[in-house]
């Protein structure tokens, strides 16, 4: 049987393609160049006594080390424990105790943050992300470590969002990694020639997924440790970026900065975006730049993308999440008995293949909730039309019943996004003592709008039957926002019944 292992897809990648330019971070690195850091990493693991199957916690920004530590501890069977460097000690508290892990590895200006985490074991602790790391690999050699591990061995645990409940750690194998790889660059134009900017962040699926893609296909990786609008222009610029992957709401930043840069980005072709909600005139704006957007619909447990929408599907179905990714498979279910449902019906999305997740670390009764054999349950909401379409309506948590009629918060954002002054929205359902719930918007209008919220509730009158109407608007400065860049809805619901 044939075996993957993540880290000899690095071996192979640098044996095809040694001198070119693979990663752009404090320095420019071949691909020689960083099999060789990664091979020093895996000999400094072995140094210190971490093994097969132990992990290794990474709380840093997108970086050449962390592409070192991770491919180096996938030779070795070792697993990767991406950690949202965001989050409150607290939160970091909880995870590095799930996971256990033997070394912690983070940003030095983390270490505050660091300090107050509460470890009930001793841990090897190491700095990241400035030249101290290089010296730290200095004394190792560049030899290729023995491989251990391949195939349905974990590689890479990331922590879902924890929206609803305390973070799960989604185990990601070898095999996972390597198919999310090859079941995107067979949907969507990637190129072996293409230079991707990485500012999604790597502890969320859809940064890291990204480039391992870019390793595996032999592209060229630019690092961006944070997110500035007028630092990604001028980056594309600098750097003469082909592609990227972004959220929504930094495209919205993005083209509200554009012309007081005015940036040379003749050489972008399109930009991969997901998260949240795209609404088609962000991807009208874009088109007017020349530049495609790309709607992903992505989730962890599926390791990356589980289907893409491009604009040669046609504008007629820029609301669809496009069709799924190559290998993979998705059907509806009724979500109360599991019963496969027909063309159009709305259900449950369930999806199968080899991208499929191995389940959650330490959590048998979470993972036997959503997964049964290759399938799993998402928890979305949707539809697939008769051309195979994917639709995501909605969140089974987050559909509104109102008087007995199920109200999907995603069509509700979706025409609320197309008012010009709205910059963001999000819809959640309330209490209300008539018809149990009603739908709520809040929205972040643009600078100086005088917008109100008489005009939102008639814009949905007008498009959409009245029940579904939203019977509340509050503004407000910003959506909160998970480390993965998600808003939280609970977050918006607690607002709303404190002020009640």
């Not at 080390?65 to 991770?70: G, P, Q, R, S, Y």
């Not at 993979?328 to 999305?349: A, F």
Request: charged share 25%; net charge negative; hydrophobic share 40%.
């Amino acid at each position: 049987m044939f075996k993957i292992n993540i880290g000899e897809m690095m071996r192979n990648r640098t044996y095809l393609t040694p001198d070119k330019e693979g990663f752009i971070g404090r320095k420019r690195y071949t691909f020689k160049d960083m099999n060789e850091r990664m091979n020093q990493f895996a000999h400094h693991l072995q140094a210190n006594g971490v093994v097969e199957g132990e992990r290794i916690a990474l709380i840093c920004k997108n970086h050449e080390d962390f592409i070192t530590a991770f491919f180096g501890a996938a030779k070795l069977g070792v697993i990767t424990v991406a950690v949202n460097c965001r989050l409150e000690p607290n939160e970091l508290s909880y995870i590095i105790e799930n996971s256990d892990p033997t070394m912690i590895l983070y940003d030095e200006e983390f270490t505050e943050k660091m300090n107050q985490i509460d470890i009930s074991k001793e841990i090897l602790l190491t700095k990241v992300g400035t030249a101290s790391f290089d010296e730290v690999l200095r004394p190792y050699e560049i030899t290729e470590p023995k491989l251990i591990s391949n195939n349905d061995d974990t590689a890479l645990i990331i922590f879902t969002s924890g929206t609803t409940g305390k973070p799960k750690g989604a185990m990601l194998t070898h095999e996972n990694l390597y198919a999310t790889s090859v079941g995107m660059t067979k949907l969507i134009d990637w190129r072996l020639e293409d230079r991707f900017l990485s500012v999604a962040p790597f502890f969320h699926i859809g940064g890291i997924a990204p480039m391992i893609t870019n390793m595996h296909f032999g592209c060229t990786s630019i690092l961006m440790k944070d997110f500035h609008p007028v630092s990604v222009w001028e980056t594309i610029e600098k750097e003469k970026v082909t592609t990227m992957m972004a959220v929504p709401a930094m495209l919205q930043l993005m083209s509200q900065v554009k012309d007081q840069v005015n940036p040379d980005y003749s050489s972008i072709r399109n930009i991969s975006v997901g998260a949240a909600p795209v609404p088609e005139s962000l991807v009208e704006t874009y088109d007017q730049f020349g530049i495609a957007l790309q709607q992903v619909y992505g989730i962890t447990e599926y390791s990356g993308a589980v289907a893409f929408w491009v604009n040669t599907m046609g504008k007629d179905t820029v609301s669809s999440a496009g069709k799924m990714v190559f290998h993979g498979e998705v059907k509806i279910v009724d979500p109360e008995t599991k019963e496969e449902l027909g063309v159009n019906e709305v259900g449950e999305l369930v999806i199968s293949g080899p991208q499929v997740f191995k389940g959650y670390w330490r959590n048998e009764k979470e993972t036997h909730e959503v997964l049964k054999g290759n399938n799993y349950f998402t928890e979305d909401i949707g539809k697939i039309d008769e051309n195979g379409f994917v639709y995501v309506l909605d969140r089974l948590k987050d559909m509104i019943i109102s008087g007995g009629e199920n109200i999907y918060t995603t069509e509700l954002e979706f025409l609320i996004q197309s008012h010009p002054s709205v910059v963001e929205v999000s819809v959640v359902g309330i209490p209300d003592d008539k018809w149990g719930e009603i739908p709520k918007a809040f929205i972040v209008a643009t600078e100086g709008s005088n917008l109100t919220e008489e005009v939102i509730i008639n814009l949905c009158k007008e498009s959409l039957a009245s029940y579904k109407a939203v019977k509340e608007v509050e503004f407000i400065d910003e959506l909160p926002r998970n480390g993965a860049g998600k808003v939280m809805k609970p977050a918006l619901i607690k607002r709303h019944s404190v002020q009640s």
